[in-house]
């Protein structure tokens, strides 16, 4: 078993000390370096890898799960899907191997990472997402639960692995409220120091929407006393667009980022941020460019709901926002966080519109539209004439504030990993992108600034 964080913490203190102690004055300081933390990565274990980490009195039901997982695998082949002994299949231990994984990220540039899940936990319906609300069900309720709990204690022994450099987010199964909380408890002794990860409740799903009244404020109460900052992710809180391919898939492309969005207008109206001031709140891997028109048409609506009494917003809205004592903006303000994975180019002109403060830099590995392998070649093309002091805290800062990495620990690493601050500088066009960069969205040609 790997060490505990702390333990581990003061491990790799001591080999940076030990390993930087004797380099000469002309080694690149880390002032000139930038210090990547990426606040959106993924990871998981293998199919098999979980076992070990799942209630024995499971193991008999996992064995059969994990089996059909393997035929299903077995059979796949074309169309994007994963055929055992292909490429993408070979890639997948991105998820479960440290050493590969520590080696390509720092080859990459990046030298810490928040971790949302990718690989499918035990139980897990086999045409699932892990990103997907769990299906809610008397049948395999408790059996979802059991591996969401599985995951979690893996990712306790995969972020061991790299002592201070990987912050993991928790798995909930948000119709056990009691158990999630005891979830969240164990979480924070174990040095799970990402969060936790909520699924939308989509209409449809089953499952109790996230502006019930008071429905999961045992969650946010934990969270904000512990600490735990709460997460919506792209992909997860859609609803079931029915059986009407290939229009069905074009409706899900178009709406994707929507679904991540609405979980913000549900935690303000439901008073969420209002009774817990302290709660953090990201939205990752769904854009940026949307936040400040949305603030605006959330403020506007606010602001009928709560003043302009003859308004049918009133009418139907005041008793909702009464409780309030915030613009929906305010609340943005205080309360909630981007992280922005592969930030385009057309969006880093709206930093200070959407909040510097507010905005994370995320590479998305190991996806295949992640900016992996060519990060610094998006970071040239994205932050081009833009201040260091300002890439730095879109680029470090924020995330080590808000998921409490330790500079102390990253900044020497970074030094012998991180992009300089010189190269981040030098401009870059698409022209000199390599063809198989194209895969990353920061590069598709209307995402550059001239279309801004």
């Known amino acids: 078993m790997a060490p505990s964080y702390k333990a581990g913490l003061s491990i790799v203190r001591s080999r940076v000390t030990e390993a930087f102690s004797n380099v000469g004055d002309d080694m690149t300081k880390p002032a000139d370096r930038y210090t990547l933390i990426s606040a959106d990565t993924h ?3 293998s199919v098999r890898g979980y076992k070990p980490y799942l209630e024995s009195r499971w193991h008999d039901d996992f064995d059969a799960w994990a089996d059909a997982v393997e035929e299903r695998f077995m059979k796949m082949g074309g169309g994007g899907k994963i055929a055992v002994g292909s490429d ?7 998820n479960w191997d440290s050493d590969r994984r520590l080696k390509e990220m720092h080859e990459d540039g990046v030298v810490a990472e928040v971790i949302f899940p990718n690989t499918q936990p035990p139980f897990a319906p086999l045409a699932s997402s892990s990103l997907q609300a769990p299906k809610l069900t008397a049948e395999d309720g408790e059996q979802r639960w059991a591996g969401l709990r599985a995951h979690n204690r893996w990712l306790v022994d995969f972020c061991n692995d790299a002592p201070g450099q990987r912050a993991g987010i928790v798995q909930t199964f948000l119709n056990d409220v009691p158990g999630t909380v005891q979830e969240l408890e164990w979480a924070k002794e174990a040095g799970l120091t990402g969060g936790i ?8 799903s089953g499952m109790v929407p ?6 999961y404020e045992p969650i946010w109460s934990v969270c904000e006393d512990l600490g735990h900052v709460v997460h919506t992710h792209s992909g997860s809180g ?10 069905a898939t074009a409706m899900f492309m178009l709406e994707v980022r929507w679904w991540a969005h609405r979980p913000l207008w549900a935690l303000i109206f439901e008073g969420v941020f209002q009774r817990h001031p302290d709660l953090q709140f990201v939205i990752a891997e769904a854009g940026s460019a949307w936040v400040p028109d949305t603030l605006h048409e959330l403020d506007q609506f606010y ?3 709560k003043y302009e009494l003859d308004s049918p917003e009133y009418i139907f809205g005041g008793a909702c926002v009464a409780p309030l004592d915030l613009k929906p903006s305010e609340y943005f303000a205080r309360n909630c966080h981007i992280a922005a994975s592969f930030l385009r ?3 880093a002109p709206m930093r200070h519109e959407i909040g510097l403060d507010k905005l994370m830099w995320g590479s998305d590995y190991p996806h295949r539209e992640s900016s992996y392998p060519y990060t610094k070649e998006h970071l040239r093309l994205t932050f081009e004439g833009i201040d260091p002091s300002e890439i730095e805290q879109m680029v470090t800062t924020n995330a080590a504030e808000l998921y409490g990495f330790d500079r102390a620990v990253l900044d020497p690493i970074a030094a012998q990993y ?5 190269e981040v500088a030098t401009p870059i066009s698409l022209d000199d992108i390599p063809a198989d960069a194209l895969m990353c969205p920061a590069f598709a040609p209307e995402n550059q600034r001239a279309a801004a």
């Open 88 to 94: 993408a299949a070979d890639d997948m231990n991105r």
């Open 210 to 215: 996230l502006y019930a009244p008071g429905e």
């Open 238 to 247: 859609v609803p079931d667009f029915g059986p009407y391919h290939p229009t």
């Open 43 to 45: 990871a998981g274990g």
């Open 197 to 204: 990860l909520i699924p939308g409740c989509p209409p449809g």
């Open 418 to 422: 991180g992009p300089t601050v010189a």
């Open 345 to 347: 180019p057309n969006e």
């Open 303 to 305: 602001g009928r709901m």
